[in-house]
């Protein structure tokens, strides 16, 4: 019955976007096609990113002018249907791409992206392979080797002397690619890593094997390279055990806080490294958080900012680059391509934003620790 009232709520949602546009079709409109979990275990990165963008499509029209039309597609996290959402955009006229918003959908998506010459901007899939050879696909949030090097370098200047323990995914390139960068650069900061343990997609129901592991080789530091999932899963089992180490995560923890039946007290001092903090007191922060708050009830995780943040980038871009959205989805990539490498963009996620020609941002983490249930700057 749960997973019915979720499909005919993604329904209802692309409906309405859908609605819009064609409320809006007789103004000069830009076209903005997004992809991403709206149903499913991902969900919750699917609606936080269509949530920020909505807000942020929101505020563009209501000052005139050029306006977004703005219509997401759920991909469910699967790299197949991602294609199909993306083919679904493709013929309702889409000129540029929000998304996809997982690295294995993004990676599905990419080479027919690239073939076909529509500009990409990824608000949250993070590995090199997104964008590897394809000058079209760009991304928002900050890459794996940055997220494994930042995790690394801030656990060596502020939680030195930990003996860590590692467990990631084997068979996802998000988990790995973290893990990877991380384990690289903790040698040349000298952490001392005691265990290493991995699992796969259909393994990720038990870390009991794991966890005892860590636990005898004496590690007061876990390292989690992966999705809120298999973290709650790993936080219960630990508890369980009577197993309390400092729990260090990434970006892809985020949203566990809001995951439906997990225990946020079992969270409580989990730290994660995040481009976003809700708590901030900028104006423009406090200004999202005000309104994703008073539209949906709860507290925006790095995915909304990251969606905020994507449609302004998009929408400067295309308006420093002259575009206007009487072009073709072609003609705007390529002068997409040309512009973005020499704009800078200060946002939810990230100050003096930049692009490099391989498609990564440039900008830098922040750590976050949970506290009463909600996230506070580290």
């Not at 029209?61 to 469910?76: H, S």
């Not at 990409?120 to 993070?126: I, K, N």
């Not at 900050?142 to 656990?155: E, L, R, W």
């Not at 905020?308 to 929408?315: P, Q, S």
Request: with cysteine; charged share 20%.
């Amino acid at each position: 019955m749960k997973k019915l009232v979720s499909l005919m709520l993604a329904a209802a949602m692309v409906f309405t976007l859908a609605a819009c546009a064609g409320k809006s079709e007789d103004k000069a409109a830009f076209r903005f096609g997004a992809s991403g979990p709206l149903t499913g275990d991902a969900a919750i990165y699917g609606k936080a990113v269509m949530n920020g963008a909505q807000i942020a499509v929101d505020e563009i029209n209501a000052k005139g002018g050029v306006q977004i039309v703005f219509n997401a597609q759920d991909d469910e996290a699967d790299g197949e249907k991602a294609v199909n959402a993306y083919n679904t955009l493709m013929d309702w006229g889409m000129q540029v791409l929000v998304g996809p918003v997982t690295t294995g959908s993004a990676i599905a998506v990419s080479a027919k992206a690239f073939e076909e010459r529509t500009f990409c901007l990824t608000p949250s899939a993070s590995s090199t392979d997104v964008t590897a050879g394809k000058d079209n696909m760009y991304q928002l949030c900050f890459t794996d080797p940055n997220q494994g090097i930042g995790s690394a370098d801030y656990i060596s200047r502020n939680l030195a002397g930990h003996k860590i323990a590692v467990i990631y995914r084997n068979d996802d390139a998000y988990s790995q690619g973290i893990r990877d960068t991380f384990i690289a650069e903790a040698q040349v900061v000298g952490l001392d890593i005691v265990y290493e343990g991995t699992f796969t997609k259909d393994t990720q129901t038990d870390f009991s094997v794991q966890l005892g592991k860590a636990q005898s080789e004496g590690a007061d530091l876990l390292y989690l390279p992966i999705y809120y999932q298999p973290a709650s899963v790993i936080l219960a089992q630990a508890k369980s055990m009577n197993y309390s180490p400092i729990f260090f995560g990434v970006d892809g923890m985020d949203g566990i806080l809001t995951m439906e039946g997990f225990d946020t007290s079992l969270a409580e001092g989990v730290m994660l490294l995040t481009p976003f903090a809700a708590d901030a007191q900028d104006s423009l922060t406090k200004s999202f958080v005000e309104e994703y708050q008073k539209r949906f009830k709860e507290v925006p995780n790095q995915f909304a900012a990251d969606g905020y943040d994507t449609v302004y980038v998009l929408y400067n871009a295309l308006i420093a680059s002259g575009c206007t959205p009487d072009m073709s989805a072609p003609d705007i990539c390529a002068r997409l391509i040309a512009q973005i490498q020499s704009i800078t963009h200060d946002g939810l996620t990230g100050s003096n934003m930049s692009w490099t020609a391989n498609g990564e941002v440039s900008k830098m983490p922040v750590a976050v620790v949970i506290k009463n249930g909600a996230y506070v700057s580290a």
